[in-house]
Each structure stands twice: as C-alpha cells, then as structure tokens.
C-alpha cells in the first residue's frame, strides 16, 4: 500500500564483500568506512560511490554502492603521495622563511625528488627539523579544510604569494573556479582527491640526496612501510638533463607551455625540442662508435618510444659507418607449453624465463665471431620455435637487441658484458602543472600508448586502461630493477608532446561507459588533459618520437639492411 511517510533518518552503504552499512543520513564516507576498515588489507583513502570516486568527507545522503579505496590501489596510492606533498609544504611554510619548495620527479624506490629555489639547500639538522614538524602535524590531526573559491579570487591569492607558474597555470583555466585546500594556516591547489586530514600520513621520510632531498612514501604492494632509497645518479641524470632543455625552451611549467602555445611558439618549441633529441641519440651514436661496442642493448618501459630512439639510433650508427644487426628478442622465446607461469597460472611471456637463454648466449657467440648462423623464428600462431634467417655478420658489425629485458645481467653472456653498450630509454617528464602538482612518467606513457593502441589495433580507451595495470606489474618486476646498469639514459619526452596528444586521446577518453571499472580512470585523465592547450600535429617532423604515437612516422617502416 502506498502511502506517505518522514524521510527515513538512516541510509544503506552497500560493499562490494556483501556487508551493507547503516548509518544516519549526511554522514560522511570516512563515518561508515571505519566501521569496516579492519576488512580491508590497506588503509583506506577514498570511496568509489555509485561509480565515482569521492573523498571521504563525502556525505552519504541516499542509498547508495560503495567502493572503499585503499592505498594499495592507484588511486588511492596517487590520493596519499598527494596529500603527503601537501603536508611537507605546510610543514616547509611553517618552517623556513626564506625559499620556495619544488616536487621535481619520483624515484623508483617510492619517493619525490625535491628541490628548493631561493635558498641554499638544507642541511642534515634542517631536514630533520622539517621531518619533525611534519610529524608534529600528522599527531596533531589537523583537517584538510576543502574549498572551491572564484577563479579570481584564487588568482589574487597566487599574486599576493608570488607563485607565479600557479598564475600562468589559471590563467587558461576554463573553469570558473578552483578547489583549494587549507590546514595548519597554509592553503594551496592541489590537483586531485585528498585524504581527510594530516593523521592519515603516517608513512614518511626525508632523505638528503645532493642538493635536493627525497620525501619518501610507500610503495603500493607495502602501503604501510618505507622501501629503503637506493641511488640513481643516472636516473637523476636524466631528469637534470631534461630540466636543462626546458630552460632552453624558456618553459618550466604546463603554465608556461600554453603560454608559449598561445604567443605563437609552437613551432620554435617542436623544432628545438627535436633538435635537442637529435642531438642526444647523435651523442650516443658517437660513444657507441668510439668504443667499437659488438652488442647494444636497448630497454624501456611500455610506450617509452623505444621503437623510434632505436631506429633513429640506427640511422646516426650509418652515418657513421657502423651497420647494427638487429636481433629480434622476441623470435627467442621458448615453445609456448614450456614457458613459465605466473601466480596466477597464465603463461607469464614477460618473465626472462620464458626466453631460450642458452640459444641466445650460442647464438651471441657465433654472430660475433663472424661464424654462420642459424637463427630461430617464433611462430605466434602455433607457439613453437622454428628455423629462421641464416646469417653471418661482417667484421666488427654489432648486433642490436631491443625489448624489456635488455639491462638484466642475464640476458646475455657475462664474458661480453664489457662489450655491450646498455640505452635506457623511458619518457621521464619533468614538465609540471606547478611546482608542487607532478606530470606523472606513468601518465605520459598510457596517454601515448591509448593514442597507438586505437590508431594501430582499434583498441578503445576503455581497454588499454584495462590492460594498464599488468603492463605496470611486469615493468616492475623485469625493466626498474636494472635501469640503473645502463651506461646510457635516454629521455624520450618531448615538452610539447601532452599538447599533440590532447586532440587526439580526448575524444577516446569520454568514450568510456559510465558504467565500466575504467570510467574513474578515463575521468581523471580528461581532468588531467583540461589543463593543456592543443597543438597543431601537422607542426612535428615524420621522424620525431612522437610520430610513434600519432601516426605518419617516416621510420615506422625502417629496416636495416640485412644483406
């Protein structure tokens, strides 16, 4: 019988273990949650609500299916490293006077590296003191007060700070407001979802590392402990290489590029970022050269632009008269039904072990002493190793083998190690919203490879965000752990590459379903992209990296000569 009744006073929180939560109505997400949160094997962050991911302030008015968000999730890993920026800016504010604070780039361990400008850096008894104020903070529990506020007003509010990449960053907002956050006196934007309040950052360290520090956090498959930080003077190398280019494209921030986009630089910015690449494979080309180097070694992660930096290497090699004969990794794999297995029973293609070593050593040693050689073909439709080309390499011809595993130690013979000359090359971004919101690596590389994917096999958006996850998981297991043996880093990003990919990964983003575990994913990358003026593709040359990812390469059909 229908009838008419008082609202009722409680609303249900379904979970996705089958629990449902009662609780009175405009409670917030973190009031339920913490009746359950000892179900979960990770702190909990955030909540997924009706397929939208929300803060945990978030009230829960009406009925509703409920996601927690954990730390060892991405989201909830890129919700807590978020904050935790944002704590040791409040802790810096409160701590020094003098100096604004900068989050350069990540760290393979788990970590930022961080610099400062406007001061000298800060010493050991410093740093320590500014760990301790941000302890201070986290047992004092202060709330990450959330406001949304006139995009003028938080205009004002940037010019009277002097933070002048936050208003180049504004100036082409086109909304017509901004999401601030305050605690402990201190306000700031933060791109992206919060935790509560300070209380939950309780994993952290800061770690001097040259002239910077390392705030550290941790690692999703252990969100309450701290890897411990190793040294990567390459990889820091790299970044400082980049950072350098910037500063010749007069551009240190995403602020700074749509600025230049709009005054009409975009040409001055594609060509000389090309250049500065040229000139780096040029480089490489060179040492490879000089050192008569019998085996060369590439490695990267998915969508790092190895394909391209190989090819285009291989070009430079010519012009100096050196001729690679590449050795396709892949045609070493062994017969599908004595490949390894991953945890979960599947044929794990990605481990080293699914790779005929010993052929491959045998192979190594006669190519390079100028023997003939039977090389194998992997037949993909059967699964099974055959015959292949039959070759024999010329004086002094080097081989050149790509794919992921091309910095582990065993790929090839140890007595050829000293021969071999190892390129590392990954997109390492250092281009940034502002100095405290990063362009994650990670983000560059999806974005590339969704571009690829729906040009070169008709993937949608929706599936190459599904296939992300184990493309991460393999690149963590077989290519960051040795990235620091190569003898080369090579850094494939391109300044003006998120400008050129916009156009064309935009419309593939709103494409995914409400609907799907992927739309959350696709939502923030559209947040993400809103941030960057488009660039006119037509603008960068047939052979540039990111043709790779766009379309009209001159070298996607490149061979060397195997004659």
Not at 265 to 276: D, G, K, P, Q, T
Not at 463 to 476: H, L, M, P, Q, Y
């Amino acid at each position: 019988m229908i009838h008419l009744s008082q609202p009722n006073p409680n609303v249900e929180l379904h979970l996705p273990n089958g629990k449902t939560l009662v609780g009175t109505r405009g409670a917030s997400a973190e009031e339920f949650l913490a009746f359950v949160k000892e179900d979960f094997p990770a702190p909990i962050v955030a909540a997924i609500i009706n397929n939208q991911i929300h803060e945990l302030t978030y009230p829960i008015k009406s009925e509703a299916d409920c996601i927690p968000v954990t730390m060892d999730s991405a989201d909830g890993a890129r919700i807590y490293r978020r904050s935790l920026t944002f704590l040791l800016d409040v802790a810096f504010t409160q701590s020094f006077r003098r100096g604004r604070l900068t989050i350069d780039h990540s760290v393979s361990s788990g970590g930022f590296y961080c610099a400062l400008r406007g001061r000298e850096p800060l010493t050991e008894s410093e740093l320590q003191r500014l760990s301790q104020t941000m302890r201070e903070l986290v047992e004092q529990n202060i709330p990450f007060e959330r406001r949304e506020i006139p995009i003028q007003e938080a205009l004002a509010y940037f010019k009277k700070n002097g933070d002048e990449d936050k208003l180049r960053l504004l100036k082409h907002r086109r909304k017509e407001y901004l999401t601030m956050y305050s605690a402990a006196g201190a306000t700031n934007y933060m791109h992206g979802y919060m935790v509560p309040s300070t209380a939950y950052l309780q994993w952290f360290e800061l770690k001097k590392i040259g002239d910077g520090f390392i705030l550290q956090y941790p690692r999703r498959h252990a969100p309450t402990k701290l890897s411990s930080v190793g040294e990567y003077p390459k990889l820091i190398r790299a970044f400082r290489q980049y950072g350098d280019w910037l500063e010749t494209l007069r551009i240190d921030s995403v602020g700074a590029l749509n600025d230049a986009v709009e005054a009409g630089r975009a040409e001055e910015i594609v060509l000389v970022s090309e250049a500065l690449h040229e000139q780096g494979v040029a480089e490489i080309a060179q040492q490879i050269a000089e050192r008569d180097s019998r085996i060369i070694l590439i490695a990267g992660p998915s969508s790092s632009g190895k394909t391209t930096s190989s090819r285009r290497l291989a070009v430079q090699l010519l012009a100096r008269g050196v001729s690679p004969y590449p050795l396709e990794l892949d045609n070493y794999f062994l017969d599908r039904d004595k490949s390894p297995l991953d945890e979960n029973g599947e044929h794990d293609f990605e481990s080293i072990e699914a790779l005929n070593l010993t052929r491959l050593a045998q192979d190594i040693e006669k190519l390079i002493r100028g023997e003939e050689t039977q090389l194998p073909r992997y037949n993909f439709k059967t699964g099974l190793s055959e015959e292949g080309d039959v070759v024999r390499l010329a004086a002094h011809q080097p081989l050149i083998l790509e794919g992921i595993h091309g910095m582990n130690p065993r790929l090839i013979p140890d007595h050829w190690a000293d021969s071999a000359f190892r390129i590392y090359v990954s997109a390492l971004t250092q281009l940034n919203l502002d100095r405290h919101n990063r362009v994650s690596t990670t983000d560059t590389r999806l974005l590339r490879r969704m571009a690829r994917d729906a040009r070169e096999r008709g993937y949608s958006a929706q599936a190459t965000i599904s296939r992300w996850e184990s493309v991460r998981r393999g690149e963590k297991r077989h290519i960051f752990p040795y990235q620091e043996n190569a003898d080369v880093m090579f850094n494939s990003a391109l300044a003006f590459e998120l400008s050129a990919l916009k156009p064309l990964v935009e419309p593939l983003l709103r494409q995914v379903p409400f609907e799907s575990l992927e739309y959350i994913e696709a939502r923030r990358l559209l947040a993400f992209l809103d941030w960057f003026l488009p660039l006119d593709a037509n603008l960068i040359p047939a052979n540039s990296i990111a043709r790779e990812f766009i379309g009209g390469s001159s070298l996607h059909d490149f061979k060397i000569w195997r004659g």
